[in-house]
């Protein structure tokens, strides 16, 4: 057998202080009541730094600053406010080796996509509505369109530096300013953002990023004087932080979980839909929320189809995070393996049939094998639950109409995968998802000038694309 | 289904035009993920040795003399004179009016001999005649014959006509290995090329390649990938283990390196051997040797310190 020598990527290029204050006003501060959380690198369970928890005092400063700038930021001629968002986004690029390493010391996701997907997204997305910036009359929402003042803006653990950018560079663009607080997991990268923001001379203000668990969002998104929140995370946060902005006049955009089917007929291209169907599940271990982790597939073909999947489960490198040559990393947190371990022993209870490959796992750190359960059927809670891990139920159908009748069948609309060489059944099956993103042969592809939005419980708003600007105009 | 040699063309077409699609922003997406592996110390070291053994040490020049058939043989022998733990290559790959000077050069060695037949490399030439120069080359010594497959007749649809040349042509090779080249960089798409190869497998080729070397598009990563594929299907279906041979244009030790992985990843390790896989090279083999004493001298020796072939 060919093995791979350890390959890893230098952790050395990225330098982590022992502690972090909050970004608030153009500087960094700790917290008013002193209150620090550890964030901790999953695949070792190492504590890399201490952050500062913001409690209400904080968000109180970190508002009044972003509405403070907000007078000169918004009434700054578009092509300017461009300037600064081109000059972060090659800021990142030239810094992308520090923060891919960051993002994977926080996160557990693999090199390999911190360096290749999460950060050239990243740079991307700040170029792109950098481009828009001066451009805002044109892009279908009338004349003038204005600014709402103050962006108060949740993210997740899965994606940080990525989510950040989705939520940053179009309000940026727009003319809003930003109080930005990312998970209490992974806050290493937005604090790390925080620099690059000084690095290009951002004025204070513009963004403020404060850290801190749920209570921090919730003071945030309750904040009088935000104007807008968009949050992207779970379901049942996303309820919560609905029903708190409810009444008040405040914008909202949610992103929230996700069931998708990965629909394969049976004149599919199966090599290349094995390869879809795996990055479907198993990019970013499944912490996704458009993530395939449902596949359809044709019965006719379901048994071939298994037998191609677990052939390439089978080469699947699990490990260290760093080593270029890791395809799944760390699960996040303690908690998330928690979840995971949960739902998939629910799902052998149920009487769903469990596979994952020969695959050894770190002793240290929070880690879980890539699996898939067969013989599921929509009466299985593995194939309701978001189950946010690589973990994939896969079921079967007949016909066409019976795959789109399936796939539908879900609380949520988040995305769907179609695997098929004709191009009308596309199309047809294409039009009768109910799913804010479809991918035809193909999976989990991002570009910053496409829109991204969930229907049902997945969420409302669209991000990305000229979509994306509406939410942060009025 | 099992394709005989008396199945009817209607058969052939309906299997052929059966198999899986392949859709080329997934298989290229596939290719470019895998040539991102990262190869060092250890791994790196094996693997120089082992493309080294897989090479087909080739020239295949109108101005071929017996004097540069015979370097290039002490070559193959011995690739690194400097280092007797460098392995010989796979084989040399010469045109049929070189065979005899080859064979006689290459003696005792070990190396196999393979000669490109069938009116390489436009394979536009009459069937007696590419018999004639199969028959001749091996008659000449050569143990390995790299054929050309009639595109024309492949992109014509003429399944049937390309099958019977690919049968009567191993007839013609005896006991010596049939590799098919079926020139891929002319295939237009990755379904010919899936549909090719597996042609080229019922029709009975020990190997597989991709390329004469003599087109615009020679061996790439997913047209490599495609192949593998094929040949790790066919296996399944078949249980015979067919090779592949990629040609043209592979010129580094980390383009090589990438072809391994390829198959580690697609096929395993049955394929990581020379009488499973090859490269059908020239320049690459000086890049492998440079690397491999980099490896174990810790420094780069300029390029008067290997021998030019």
């Not at chain 1, 409690?55 to 700038?69: C, L, M, T």
């Not at chain 2, 052939?12 to 922003?25: A, C, E, I, M, T």
């Not at chain 2, 049929?96 to 436009?122: C, D």
């Not at chain 2, 054929?147 to 399944?159: E, K, N, T």
């Amino acid at each position: 057998m060919f093995e791979y020598a350890p390959a890893p990527e230098s952790r050395s290029v990225v330098d982590i202080a022992g502690s972090y204050g909050l970004f608030i006003d153009g500087e960094f501060d700790g917290g008013k009541d002193g209150n620090v959380l550890k964030t901790v690198n999953p695949a070792t369970e190492e504590v890399l730094a201490e952050i500062s928890v913001a409690g209400p005092e904080d968000i109180d400063r970190a508002v009044a600053a972003a509405r403070r700038a907000f007078g000169t930021w918004s009434a700054l001629p578009g092509a300017e406010r461009a300037k600064y968002l081109f000059r972060i986004a090659r800021i990142i690029q030239e810094r992308s080796r520090e923060l891919a390493v960051l993002e994977s010391l926080d996160n557990g996701k693999p090199i390999r996509e911190s360096r290749d997907v999460d950060l050239p997204l990243v740079a991307a997305h700040f170029f792109y509505y950098a481009g828009w910036a001066d451009k805002l009359a044109y892009a279908g929402f009338g004349p003038d369109p204005k600014p709402l003042g103050v962006a108060g803006q949740v993210i997740p653990w899965n994606f940080p530096l990525l989510m950040l950018a989705w939520k940053i560079a179009p309000a940026l663009a727009t003319g809003n300013t930003v109080v930005l607080k990312p998970a209490e997991t992974t806050p290493l990268s937005a604090l790390f953002f925080a620099d690059v923001c000084r690095q290009a001379e951002l004025p204070p203000g513009v963004v403020n990023i404060v850290t801190g668990a749920g209570d921090t969002g919730a003071y945030l998104v309750e904040h009088p004087d935000v104007s807008k929140v968009a949050f992207t995370g779970s379901t049942e946060v996303g309820r919560e932080i609905a029903r708190s902005v409810a009444g008040t006049g405040k914008r909202l955009t949610l992103e929230l979980g996700g069931k998708a089917a990965n629909i394969v007929f049976d004149d599919a291209p199966i090599d290349q839909a094995v390869e879809g169907i795996v990055n479907g599940i198993f990019f970013n271990q499944g912490h996704v929320c458009c993530a395939g982790s449902r596949l359809l597939v044709q019965e006719s073909i379901a048994e071939e189809l298994l037998t191609s999947l677990k052939r390439r489960m089978a080469t699947l490198r699990v490990g260290d995070p760093l080593d270029k040559n890791t395809d799944i990393g760390a699960i996040n947190s303690a908690a998330q393996l928690a979840r995971i371990k949960e739902l998939s022993d629910i799902g052998a209870a149920e009487g769903a049939e469990r596979w994952s490959p020969e695959c050894p796992l770190p002793d240290r750190g929070f880690w879980f094998a890539p699996t898939i359960f067969t013989g599921v059927t929509q009466a299985h809670r593995i194939a309701r639950e978001e189950i946010f891990g690589p973990v994939l139920s896969v079921l079967t159908f007949r016909t066409p109409d019976e795959a789109v009748a399936k796939a539908n069948n879900t609380p949520y609309g988040l995305s769907a995968g179609i695997w098929t060489e004709k191009g009308s059944r596309i199309l047809a099956v294409a039009d009768k998802l109910r799913a804010g993103v479809v991918w035809a042969n193909t999976f989990n592809k991002f570009d910053p000038a496409s829109p991204f939005g969930g229907y049902k419980e997945s969420g409302y708003g669209r991000e990305g694309g000229r979509h994306g600007l509406e939410a942060y105009l009025a | 289904m099992t394709v005989t040699a008396s199945a009817g063309l209607s058969d052939l077409r309906s299997f052929l035009h059966g198999l899986p699609g392949v859709d080329k922003v997934g298989v290229e997406a596939r290719a470019a993920a895998l040539a991102t592996r990262s190869i060092k110390t250890s791994s790196k070291a094996k693997a120089i040795d082992l493309a080294i053994r897989m090479v087909d040490l080739t020239t295949l020049e109108g101005a071929d003399t017996p004097g540069k058939v015979r370097a290039l043989c002490a070559k193959a022998r011995r690739p690194d004179p400097a280092d007797a733990s460098c392995p010989p290559v796979a084989a040399i790959c010469v045109y049929p009016a070189m065979v005899k000077v080859a064979a006689e050069a290459l003696a005792g060695s070990g190396v196999h001999l393979a000669s490109v037949a069938t009116a390489f490399p436009s394979g536009q030439a009459p069937l007696e005649v590419k018999l004639a120069d199969t028959r001749d080359a091996v008659a000449a010594g050569a143990d390995e014959i790299d054929m050309v497959i009639s595109r024309g007749a492949f992109l014509a649809g003429d399944y049937r006509h390309v099958f019977d040349e690919i049968v009567a042509v191993k007839e013609a090779c005896g006991g010596a290995h049939l590799k098919v080249i079926l020139e891929t960089g002319e295939l237009g798409t990755y379904d010919n090329i899936r549909r090719a190869s597996w042609l080229a497998m019922l029709a009975g080729a020990d190997f597989i390649k991709t390329s004469t070397g003599k087109v615009a598009v020679n061996a790439t990563l997913p047209i490599t990938l495609v192949m593998l594929e094929a040949v790790r299907d066919f296996r399944e279906r078949h249980g015979r283990i067919i090779g592949v041979k990629p040609a043209g244009g592979i010129k580094t030790t980390k383009d090589a390196i990438k072809y391994l992985v390829l198959i580690n990843e697609t096929v395993g390790d049955e394929w990581l051997d020379p009488d499973r896989f090859r490269f059908g090279a020239s320049s690459l083999l000086n890049d492998l040797l440079m690397q491999r004493t980099k490896l174990t001298t810790g420094h780069y020796a300029g390029p008067d310190y290997f021998t030019l072939d």
